[in-house]
T-cell receptor, first 110, second 114 residues
Framework: GNSVTQMEGPVTLSEEAFLTINCTYT??????LFWYVQYPGEGLQLLLK?????DKGSNKGFEATYRKETTSFHLEKGSVQVSDSAVYFC?????????FGAGTRLTVKP | DTGVSQDPRHKITKRGQNVTFRCDPI?????LYWYRQTLGQGPEFLTY????????KSRLLSDRFSAERPKGSFSTLEIQRTEQGDSAMYLC????????????FGEGSRLTVL
């Protein structure tokens, strides 16, 4: 079945550091890929998505590229801010349901 | 507020009691999903509805769990004879269905079973 594996956290960075959170997937067919973010005390919300191979999703300075050859969708940001502290979830959808990774907690220190 | 709303936000119950959670999705969304999330884990899929039809149920959903969406609008998730292992955050999400894939989540209903 479909599944997502993302790097374990927690991740602690200093402000303005470069961020990478790895995500790989297993799927039959051609799923869409997503990154969701959960800020403290809030519900999950979509950060970015990509619907086909080689698509790049981007939002709020975050980027992720759908790599079919490596079955990956790594999240990157060039310069993190304290306000980016949250839990990040990689997810995939085959149009029926959405499956999530375990989440990676990011803490950014000033 | 036109987002997904869940009620109650917190529920503390004794083992063996029944509990029911309600979810009101975004009004024009025809798909509604239930997930369970435990500490340090991602959301685990439980079930989803397309309008009033329940299309898929996870193997995680034991016979003690039942979900309904009688008129294709709000949904309820009932847990009968609760166990301590049922303690978790129960998340509801809605979407427009096939195509966008984006789910809009509520803030969740936290269940604590004593």
């Amino acid at each position: 079945g479909n599944s997502v594996t993302q790097m374990e956290g927690p991740v602690t960075l200093s402000e303005e550091a470069f961020l990478t959170i790895n995500c790989t997937y297993t799927a039959t067919g051609y799923p869409s890929l997503f990154w969701y973010v959960q800020y403290p005390g809030e519900g999950l919300q979509l950060l970015l998505k990509a619907t086909k191979a080689d698509d790049k999703g981007s939002n709020k300075g975050f980027e992720a590229t759908y790599r079919k050859e490596t079955t990956s969708f790594h999240l990157e940001k060039g310069s993190v801010q304290v306000s980016d502290s949250a839990v990040y979830f990689c997810a995939l959808s085959d149009s029926e349901d959405m499956r999530f990774g375990a989440g990676t907690r990011l803490t950014v220190k000033p | 507020d036109t987002g997904v709303s869940q009620d109650p936000r917190h529920k503390i119950t004794k083992r063996g009691q029944n509990v029911t959670f309600r979810c009101d999705p975004i009004s024009e969304h025809n798909r509604l999903y239930w997930y369970r999330q435990t500490l340090g884990q991602g959301p685990e899929f439980l079930t989803y509805f397309q309008n009033e039809a329940q299309l898929e149920k996870s193997r995680l959903l034991s016979d003690r769990f039942s979900a309904e969406r009688p008129k294709g609008s709000f949904s309820t998730l009932e847990i009968q004879r609760t166990e301590q292992g049922d303690s978790a955050m129960y998340l509801c999400a809605s979407s427009l269905g096939v195509g966008t894939g984006e789910l809009f989540f509520g803030e969740g209903s936290r269940l604590t079973v004593l």
